[in-house]
């Protein structure tokens, strides 16, 4: 028997190997040669975290809100850093609490109309151990948000009474 040589560009390949071959190359052009991957329109611009919140109650807490600035993201315990909410757990008054209710669920709200950023200030975390982020979405903070809404205050440095 005699082997039959064949050259590579006779093979007839099956069509899906042929645009999965297309593809990769493509793709390793634009990353080894060009840069970086390509960009398309829904990668320009966008905020690179998502998550569906609930809110937090029991000891098991992931992706959930415990006021208007307090969250859990991925396990990690985050204060928003440039406002201050009315207090839930240990409110002054009862307007605090319903203020502070309010100010909860549209941070919840806020956080599941799609992507956002977490910015870090100048510290990275505060004297209870929480992370200190700024959420943005689209470069709008979503703290000021709460603000404009009568739901927050612009952080002072200290907490308000809110009675």
Request: glycine share 10%; proline share 4%; hydrophobic share 35%.
């Amino acid at each position: 028997m005699t082997a039959i040589s064949q050259p590579v560009s006779d093979i007839r390949w099956p069509s899906f190997i042929t645009i999965t071959l297309a593809m990769c190359t493509a793709l390793f052009l634009a990353i080894f040669l060009g840069g970086g991957p390509v960009a398309t329109s829904a990668a320009v611009g966008s905020d690179p975290h998502r998550a569906s919140f609930g809110i937090c109650f029991g000891p098991d807490r992931y992706s959930c809100v415990v006021d208007g600035d307090t969250i859990w993201f991925e396990g990690r315990k985050i204060r928003i850093a440039d406002i201050n909410t009315p207090e839930i757990s240990q409110p002054g008054c009862a307007s605090e609490k319903r203020l502070g209710q309010q100010a909860q669920l549209r941070l919840q709200d806020l956080l599941n109309q799609g992507r956002f950023t977490l910015q870090g200030i100048d510290r990275d975390q505060d004297r209870y151990g929480r992370d200190l982020r700024i959420i943005t979405r689209d470069g709008e903070s979503l703290g000021e948000i709460l603000v404009t809404e009568g739901l927050a205050e612009r952080w002072q440095g200290h907490r308000r009474d809110w009675c």
